[in-house]
């Protein structure tokens, strides 16, 4: 065997990162290009050959004598995944950003934003994994799009926001020093994120030197990593990379290289295979168990493993179906074309792979062809925890659970049918963890029920679980940055839910650690007995004992309470194991608890249907935020002849102003919260259909919705006072047909004053009736969502990615509202109007796309910001199948109450809490004066309740009388 040292080799690879499009291929290929010329990639539609970078490249440059490794990362999405299957602690981070994308980014949403989508976003794959990376290198692109001054501008504000992004993660880092990973790079460099060294901008086609000033970059960042390369080492280099097959064994790649070169040690060997790995030659995971055998060393049939797992658009289904060949299954089950067909819409409608189907595609599309090839394939991909299974489902044999593809989502946590339940939430801070992370914990949330026995259920933004009369639910958000756990059974297994909860959570974490050291959870709990009470602001445990805070705090001796024990919660006496972790419980210890929470839920209403405890939780924090609420106390004893403080004007009420410091510091985090303009905020439309016609033209003076007009002055005076504009002032929208809503609408959506606006308000009142149906003039149904439809982000651009909010006020019920009067009833009640048939689904299709359905294929996917769906609040006073109550002298239930509760909290609550507060109010409102007065106008036995169906991205606050700080001169 030959010995000595042969060339020097750099023991690094160079990440190459940034948004699709953004000019990473094309920066290679110039790098590599030995005419000094710049090459652009052609990815237009006429293109000869499709140039975007598929999962990723690995591509050599060699300067000065040294091959240099770039890994190519594809910028989708759906790509993210391969940077942990790819990259090792010896990187060397590029990010490349261009102009143009963050031009447009900047103007869709903040400045902030488009500096984390377009660079820190990316950072995170590195940076959180390995905390003790150095400094990335910048590379501008696009630079021929912009005059020289505006580039520059552009340039300085990206360097200014990544600076002040860094600042904030420092920031956070030393209130936590101790506990978890710091990133080196961020606390030590004076110039901030990016050294001024490392940054480049490129773009003109004769300014090549700089390219060249690239180079001698990076290859002085490898100095550090450049070793001379022994003669052993390029031979045994060549061997593994000259074999055939995708992928060996250890002990076969010892076998052979022992036959060609001589007496060689398997730990030689994996010292090799490190260096081969770490200069991406090859994929080895050393330290992973299932795959520490295996050698892959066609990195490009992984490549192409990794291809057929993420894509699974129609036309490319339609393509593979068309080339379909019968084929056996590992049972000897011949799959026909039918069944075939039957697993692809089976896995488009719930993301549930069966075997045969998944076993197929990698068979006919890589070279893992073989049954052991397969089996190891899909061991790659459940170790990334990418899939889950097997498990059984209807087709009698094996299904993988693929989160990312699963189309419904959990809106909330359901607690109707359960006992009692206990909320862990946790909120990573620092850099963003990957997206993909957080499908990657619903799989360890699922590898920790194998029983078959276990009941699963998953979504695309988590999966609950159903075991042994225990419920727990994984929710993730990856816009917030936060995981919600809950786990729910009868009261008296509380001990048992506290040993789940707790194993789940801290699982669920050290797996998260374990791969991102430097992503910092902080978990918080809640209180059972404020949940059981619907507190909007449950008492909660910051950290608490039993928690992995990191991979250096491992919880130890936690404390645990006894079945007896009690504690104070808003001065109430409660059992401690509502709020701490119990120990296992004796037969009394838990019969006292279930006894306690069955009082609880009896006595949480008082005789009037007033919940004592959240009318106390929601008055203290209140006055904590400079707010008062004194007229909650008349709730129970309103009379016919008192409908006060619900006064019929709002003239005399004044509107908080934003005082709390807490809330004034989220005004510039667009992070979390919506940025709001100044000094308008955004427009208000309101459509009121007060009076009803006949298509001869003849009023049905019975379906006058009188007191409307109330409703109209009330919210148009109280978002007047918040700082909106309101449309059609002059001439307000009132009795109009479908034609003219729709027009109106459509008009409204043009207004050029959008452009610089941060929301907008749309309120509709009339009839209406279930399905989201409400009546124009000629009492002819308009379905909500073609109005929605109006305001998606594709039709109404000037607000996409800005919050727009629906009030919907009409009934949702078979029997429409019709004037019942509240002071007297008014004696012209009508039957609903008939509704005619709705448009064909097909007709509407394009409206609110379902879940299941995919995009048209000429729809670019790289032209995506927003999707229609998001950034919507809508809200309407009543539950399916119930009409909402209003009153000819005073107005509705839900407006007034509305119109109060916003001019009272809107200055410390964001709209989400808004809205669970009035849904409290009119809720209690319609059930005390019920009682009190046996009026069923008011809504009788059935209570006036709103329904509220949020798609936020992110916390809507108006911040009242607050403009932000206020830059000194």
């Given at each position: 065997?030959?010995?000595?040292?042969?060339?020097?080799?750099?023991?690094?690879?160079?990440?190459?990162?940034?948004?699709?499009?953004?000019?990473?291929?094309?920066?290679?290929?110039?790098?590599?290009?030995?005419?000094?010329?710049?090459?652009?990639?052609?990815?237009?539609?006429?293109?000869?050959?499709?140039?975007?970078?598929?999962?990723?490249?690995?591509?050599?440059?060699?300067?000065?004598?040294?091959?240099?490794?770039?890994?190519?990362?594809?910028?989708?999405?759906?790509?993210?995944?391969?940077?942990?299957?790819?990259?090792?602690?010896?990187?060397?981070?590029?990010?490349?950003?261009?102009?143009?994308?963050?031009?447009?980014?900047?103007?869709?949403?903040?400045?902030?934003?488009?500096?984390?989508?377009?660079?820190?976003?990316?950072?995170?794959?590195?940076?959180?994994?390995?905390?003790?990376?150095?400094?990335?290198?910048?590379?501008?692109?696009?630079?021929?799009?912009?005059?020289?001054?505006?580039?520059?501008?552009?340039?300085?504000?990206?360097?200014?926001?990544?600076?002040?992004?860094?600042?904030?993660?420092?920031?956070?880092?030393?209130?936590?020093?101790?506990?978890?990973?710091?990133?080196?790079?961020?606390?030590?460099?004076?110039?901030?994120?990016?050294?001024?060294?490392?940054?480049?901008?490129?773009?003109?086609?004769?300014?090549?030197?700089?390219?060249?000033?690239?180079?001698?970059?990076?290859?002085?960042?490898?100095?550090?990593?450049?070793?001379?390369?022994?003669?052993?080492?390029?031979?045994?280099?060549?061997?593994?990379?000259?074999?055939?097959?995708?992928?060996?064994?250890?002990?076969?790649?010892?076998?052979?290289?022992?036959?060609?070169?001589?007496?060689?040690?398997?730990?030689?060997?994996?010292?090799?295979?490190?260096?081969?790995?770490?200069?991406?030659?090859?994929?080895?995971?050393?330290?992973?168990?299932?795959?520490?055998?295996?050698?892959?060393?066609?990195?490009?049939?992984?490549?192409?493993?990794?291809?057929?797992?993420?894509?699974?658009?129609?036309?490319?289904?339609?393509?593979?179906?068309?080339?379909?060949?019968?084929?056996?299954?590992?049972?000897?089950?011949?799959?026909?074309?039918?069944?075939?067909?039957?697993?692809?819409?089976?896995?488009?409608?719930?993301?549930?792979?069966?075997?045969?189907?998944?076993?197929?595609?990698?068979?006919?599309?890589?070279?893992?062809?073989?049954?052991?090839?397969?089996?190891?394939?899909?061991?790659?991909?459940?170790?990334?925890?990418?899939?889950?299974?097997?498990?059984?489902?209807?087709?009698?044999?094996?299904?993988?659970?693929?989160?990312?593809?699963?189309?419904?989502?959990?809106?909330?946590?359901?607690?109707?049918?359960?006992?009692?339940?206990?909320?862990?939430?946790?909120?990573?801070?620092?850099?963003?963890?990957?997206?993909?992370?957080?499908?990657?914990?619903?799989?360890?949330?699922?590898?920790?029920?194998?029983?078959?026995?276990?009941?699963?259920?998953?979504?695309?933004?988590?999966?609950?679980?159903?075991?042994?009369?225990?419920?727990?639910?994984?929710?993730?958000?990856?816009?917030?940055?936060?995981?919600?756990?809950?786990?729910?059974?009868?009261?008296?297994?509380?001990?048992?839910?506290?040993?789940?909860?707790?194993?789940?959570?801290?699982?669920?974490?050290?797996?998260?650690?374990?791969?991102?050291?430097?992503?910092?959870?902080?978990?918080?709990?809640?209180?059972?007995?404020?949940?059981?009470?619907?507190?909007?602001?449950?008492?909660?445990?910051?950290?608490?004992?039993?928690?992995?805070?990191?991979?250096?705090?491992?919880?130890?001796?936690?404390?645990?309470?006894?079945?007896?024990?009690?504690?104070?919660?808003?001065?109430?006496?409660?059992?401690?194991?509502?709020?701490?972790?119990?120990?296992?419980?004796?037969?009394?210890?838990?019969?006292?608890?279930?006894?306690?929470?069955?009082?609880?839920?009896?006595?949480?209403?008082?005789?009037?249907?007033?919940?004592?405890?959240?009318?106390?939780?929601?008055?203290?924090?209140?006055?904590?935020?400079?707010?008062?609420?004194?007229?909650?106390?008349?709730?129970?004893?309103?009379?016919?002849?008192?409908?006060?403080?619900?006064?019929?004007?709002?003239?005399?009420?004044?509107?908080?102003?934003?005082?709390n410091e807490r809330v004034r510091q989220l005004f510039d985090d667009h992070r979390q919260v919506y940025a709001m303009?100044?000094?308008?905020?955004?427009?208000?439309?309101?459509?009121?259909?007060?009076?009803?016609?006949?298509?001869?033209?003849?009023?049905?003076?019975?379906?006058?919705?009188?007191?409307?007009?109330?409703?109209?002055?009330?919210?148009?005076?109280?978002?007047?006072?918040?700082?909106?504009?309101?449309?059609?002032?002059?001439?307000?929208?009132?009795?109009?047909?479908?034609?003219?809503?729709?027009?109106?609408?459509?008009?409204?959506?043009?207004?050029?004053?959008?452009?610089?606006?941060?929301?907008?308000?749309?309120?509709?009142?009339?009839?209406?009736?279930?399905?989201?149906?409400?009546?124009?003039?000629?009492?002819?149904?308009?379905?909500?969502?073609?109005?929605?439809?109006?305001?998606?982000?594709?039709?109404?651009?000037?607000?996409?990615?800005?919050?727009?909010?629906?009030?919907?006020?009409?009934?949702?019920?078979?029997r429409a509202d019709f004037g019942n009067a509240v002071q007297s009833q008014s004696p012209d009640t009508v039957s609903?109007?008939?509704?005619?048939?709705?448009?064909?689904?097909?007709?509407?299709?394009?409206?609110e796309s379902s879940a299941g359905q995919h995009v048209s294929p000429n729809i670019h996917f790289d032209r995506f910001?927003?999707?229609?769906?998001?950034?919507?609040?809508?809200?309407?006073?009543?539950?399916?199948?119930?009409?909402?109550?209003?009153?000819?002298?005073?107005?509705?239930?839900?407006?007034?109450?509305?119109?109060?509760?916003?001019?009272?909290?809107?200055?410390?609550?964001?709209?989400?809490?808004?809205?669970?507060?009035?849904?409290?109010?009119?809720?209690?409102?319609?059930?005390?004066?019920?009682?009190?007065?046996?009026?069923?106008?008011?809504?009788?036995?059935?209570?006036?309740?709103?329904?509220?169906?949020?798609?936020?991205?992110?916390?809507?606050?108006?911040?009242?009388?607050?403009?932000?700080?206020?830059?000194?001169?």
């Open positions: 065997m030959a010995k000595g040292s042969g060339k020097n080799l750099p023991f690094v690879t160079i990440a190459v990162l940034g948004n699709t499009m953004a000019g990473k291929t094309s920066l290679i290929k110039t790098l590599q290009n030995p005419d000094r010329k710049r090459i652009l990639t052609n990815r237009s539609p006429e293109a000869a050959k499709n140039e975007i970078t598929k999962v990723f490249n690995i591509e050599e440059v060699e300067v000065d004598g040294i091959a240099l490794r770039l890994i190519d990362m594809g910028g989708q999405e759906v790509y993210h995944i391969t940077y942990q299957l790819t990259l090792r602690q010896n990187c060397i981070p590029v990010i490349v950003v261009n102009m143009q994308q963050y031009e447009q980014t900047s103007a869709e949403s903040t400045r902030d934003e488009a500096v984390r989508k377009l660079a820190f976003d990316y950072m995170s794959h590195l940076y959180l994994a390995n905390p003790v990376l150095g400094a990335p290198k910048l590379i501008f692109t696009h630079k021929d799009k912009f005059e020289n001054v505006r580039f520059q501008k552009l340039k300085k504000c990206f360097l200014e926001v990544s600076n002040k992004l860094c600042k904030k993660i420092v920031e956070e880092e030393k209130a936590l020093e101790g506990d978890f990973a710091q990133i080196q790079h961020f606390s030590k460099s004076p110039e901030g994120v990016f050294p001024r060294v490392n940054i480049y901008e490129v773009g003109i086609d004769d300014e090549y030197d700089i390219f060249d000033l690239i180079k001698k970059s990076l290859l002085e960042s490898s100095h550090h990593f450049i070793k001379p390369l022994p003669l052993v080492w390029e031979e045994v280099n060549q061997r593994v990379m000259s074999m055939q097959s995708a992928y060996s064994t250890i002990d076969e790649t010892l076998d052979a290289l022992q036959a060609e070169l001589g007496q060689i040690e398997q730990n030689q060997l994996k010292t090799i295979l490190t260096y081969m790995h770490d200069c991406g030659k090859v994929l080895w995971y050393e330290n992973i168990g299932s795959l520490e055998q295996y050698i892959f060393h066609k990195i490009k049939e992984v490549t192409k493993l990794l291809c057929v797992f993420y894509h699974h658009e129609q036309d490319i289904w339609q393509k593979r179906i068309e080339k379909f060949q019968p084929y056996y299954s590992e049972d000897e089950i011949c799959i026909e074309k039918q069944d075939f067909e039957e697993f692809v819409n089976y896995f488009c409608e719930t993301g549930l792979m069966v075997q045969s189907l998944l076993l197929y595609l990698i068979k006919t599309e890589t070279s893992f062809s073989s049954p052991t090839d397969m089996r190891i394939a899909v061991c790659l991909l459940k170790t990334f925890r990418l899939l889950y299974g097997p498990l059984y489902e209807e087709f009698k044999e094996p299904c993988f659970i693929i989160p990312p593809f699963a189309n419904k989502y959990f809106n909330s946590f359901d607690s109707s049918q359960k006992n009692m339940y206990l909320k862990v939430e946790t909120h990573f801070n620092g850099l963003a963890l990957p997206q993909y992370v957080y499908h990657q914990m619903t799989v360890g949330l699922l590898e920790l029920f194998p029983d078959d026995f276990a009941v699963l259920h998953v979504k695309r933004n988590g999966a609950n679980v159903y075991q042994d009369g225990i419920y727990t639910q994984l929710m993730h958000d990856y816009k917030h940055r936060k995981i919600l756990l809950y786990v729910s059974s009868d009261a008296a297994n509380i001990s048992k839910m506290w040993e789940k909860i707790i194993a789940t959570a801290n699982n669920i974490l050290k797996n998260v650690l374990e791969t991102w050291p430097a992503s910092r959870p902080v978990t918080t709990s809640f209180c059972a007995h404020c949940l059981l009470l619907g507190h909007t602001c449950p008492k909660k445990v910051l950290r608490p004992q039993w928690c992995l805070r990191s991979l250096k705090h491992q919880p130890k001796n936690v404390q645990l309470c006894s079945g007896f024990s009690t504690t104070l919660c808003n001065d109430e006496e409660i059992p401690s194991a509502l709020i701490y972790p119990c120990g296992p419980l004796s037969r009394d210890e838990a019969h006292s608890i279930k006894e306690h929470v069955n009082q609880l839920k009896q006595n949480s209403f008082n005789d009037n249907g007033k919940p004592q405890q959240v009318l106390k939780t929601l008055m203290e924090d209140d006055n904590m935020s400079e707010c008062s609420d004194v007229e909650e106390e008349g709730y129970a004893d309103f009379t016919k002849d008192d409908l006060e403080p619900f006064i019929s004007m709002v003239d005399g009420m004044k509107l908080r102003p934003t005082n303009s100044d000094p308008v905020r955004g427009r208000v439309m309101i459509i009121n259909i007060e009076r009803f016609f006949r298509d001869d033209g003849s009023e049905l003076t019975k379906a006058t919705r009188h007191g409307s007009y109330i409703d109209y002055y009330n919210i148009s005076k109280l978002f007047k006072d918040m700082g909106f504009i309101v449309a059609n002032e002059d001439d307000p929208l009132f009795d109009l047909s479908k034609q003219e809503i729709l027009s109106e609408v459509r008009k409204e959506t043009t207004h050029r004053d959008h452009k610089d606006l941060g929301m907008f308000i749309l309120v509709i009142m009339s009839h209406g009736t279930s399905g989201n149906i409400f009546y124009d003039k000629y009492c002819k149904p308009v379905n909500l969502s073609e109005v929605k439809d109006l305001l998606s982000a594709s039709k109404f651009s000037t607000m996409a990615g800005k919050p727009k909010l629906i009030i919907f006020h009409a009934c949702s019920g078979s609903p109007p008939t509704p005619t048939p709705l448009p064909s689904s097909s007709a509407t299709a394009g409206s910001t927003h999707l229609d769906a998001d950034d919507f609040y809508i809200v309407k006073p009543s539950t399916e199948t119930y009409k909402a109550g209003r009153n000819e002298n005073y107005g509705t239930w839900f407006i007034r109450i509305l119109v109060a509760t916003f001019y009272r909290h809107s200055c410390h609550r964001d709209v989400s809490e808004l809205f669970r507060i009035i849904q409290d109010r009119v809720r209690r409102v319609s059930i005390a004066y019920c009682k009190k007065t046996g009026d069923e106008a008011a809504g009788g036995n059935v209570p006036n309740c709103q329904e509220c169906t949020f798609t936020h991205l992110r916390k809507l606050f108006f911040f009242p009388k607050f403009h932000g700080r206020q830059l000194p001169q």
